[in-house]
Each structure stands twice: as C-alpha cells, then as structure tokens.
C-alpha cells in the first residue's frame, strides 16, 4: 500500500462515509442520515473498481484509479443490486409462512435476515473481485464467487476468520480509545441502577446529551481512522486473497455458438 497510496482513497471514502452518517444520525439529523449513507453505497463500486483495479496492475496512479473505477462501476452496482435484491426476496418469503404459524414478527425479522444474510454474504463476497480480477459478467460473477468459495472452502473459511479477527481488533482499539475520551461523562451514568436494556434503548438525542459535542467529534475521528484502515486492509487483503487462489489462467466463457456443422463461433 506504501507503494500504491492511491488504494487509501477507498478507505478515505469510507471513513468519511461513517463519520457523517454518525454526525447526522447523532445529531438527529436521521433521514438526511439515511440519505447520505444510501447515496454512499451507491457510490462505493467506484471506489472499489478503481482499488482493485491499481491492484490489478492497471495503468499506475489516480488516472488508472479513476479510469478502472468508471469501467466496471456499473457491473459491481448491479451485481450488488441482484445480491442484495434476491436476498431480501428470501428473507421475506422466509418470515411469510413463520410469522402465519405465530412467531413474533420483531423476532422473526431479524432471524430471517441474519439466517439468510450471512449465507448470501459468504457465498457472493468475491463477486466484485471476479468482475475486476476475471472480467465477468454481473450474474457471472455472483456464480464465480459461489464457485470459488465451494472450490477452496478451508481457505476461504480461514479468509472470513482473519477478517474478523483485524476487524475485532480495530473495533477493541477504538472502543477503548473513544471510553477513554468520554470516561468522565459516562461514569456518573453507569453508577446508577439502571439495567444494561435502558442503556441500550437510549434515542439519539439521549446518546448526544451523555456524550455531548466533543464526544461525538471523539467518536467521529475514531471510527474516521478506524473505518480507513480497517477497509483498506481487508480490501486489499481481499484482491490478493482471490488473485492467488483462483485457478491461474481462469476466464469467462466465450459467448458462441454451434453452426449445424458443428463448428463454434464467437459472438
């Protein structure tokens, strides 16, 4: 990364992402929040099309970053789309038949979603590797990613657990240090006999009276830092991670077909 400082552009994005939906969504702003962080991931395939794309090889620098970001931004926002798209389908036809039986839909909700998101997530995590790295196609490269996961399933089960492992550890990190920063506004607090629930449970105009301004500016330029590294590593760590597992040489198919002779032909 020393070598090509243009991959901490992404982080860079994504840090700036995090701290101003966390000072929207603290401060109360919450659906200019929620716009923000939707138009964000609307943007983010460019950024990661222009990392993977230095990683790549492409042409060096902010022009090859910019130039690979543009070329396959649509592709990864589409496959995103059929990803996130098929599965709350799932999830929803999923809650159907249990909330009908008598389940509670509060807990049936989020059930659904965490029993059929994390299966979609592990299977279709390197589609937007395949579409840079292999030049797949948007429902190609949801297919490639399920079948590089079931091609090398020890080694893609060790890649999940190491990513959880420098995201634990910078999450532990910036815990710590924003505690640190509001230690004296919280204490008072955590003396009381109020239950864990009730701290939980706080609105977000609670949440900005305990840990004031400077606590949420703490919070911002933590997770800012925090949310920098973390992504750029574990983008990073992901490229090459596929780059040197896939089978060398691998390529979409040619698209053709048969004459009545017998003979291919490519479109």
Do not use: H
């Amino acid at each position: 990364m020393t070598d090509t400082p243009v991959l901490w552009i992404t982080g860079l994005f994504m840090g700036a992402l995090f701290a101003l939906d966390l000072f929207l969504q603290v401060g109360g702003s919450t659906v200019l929040g929620s716009r923000v962080g939707f138009l964000g991931l609307c943007a983010l395939p460019f950024f990661l099309g222009g990392s993977y794309g230095t990683i790549r090889g492409e042409e060096p620098g902010i022009r090859g970053y910019v130039s690979a970001g543009a070329r396959y931004y649509f592709r990864i926002l589409l496959a995103g789309a059929v990803m996130i798209s098929a599965a709350l389908l799932t999830a929803f036809l999923v809650m159907i038949p249990v909330t009908i039986a008598g389940g509670s839909l509060q807990a049936t909700t989020a059930l659904s979603f965490i029993g059929v998101g994390v299966p979609f997530a592990f299977f279709a995590f390197f589609f937007d590797t395949a579409i840079v790295f292999e030049d797949r196609k948007v429902l190609d490269s949801l297919r490639r990613s399920v079948e590089f996961v079931l091609g090398n399933p020890g080694r893609a089960v060790a890649f999940y657990l190491v990513n959880l492992a420098i995201g634990f550890l910078i999450l532990f990190v910036s815990v710590v240090a924003w505690s640190f920063t509001i230690a004296d506004r919280i204490q008072p607090f955590m003396d009381t006999n109020q239950t864990i629930l009730q701290n939980m449970n706080m609105t977000a105009e609670q949440v900005m009276n305990l840990i004031g301004v400077s606590g949420l500016w703490a919070g911002a330029i933590i997770g800012f830092f925090s949310v920098m590294i973390g992504s750029t590593l574990i983008l990073s760590f992901k490229a090459c991670f596929f780059r040197r597992t896939a089978p060398a040489g691998a390529a979409p198919p040619e698209e053709g077909e048969f004459d009545e002779k017998g003979r291919w032909y490519r479109y």
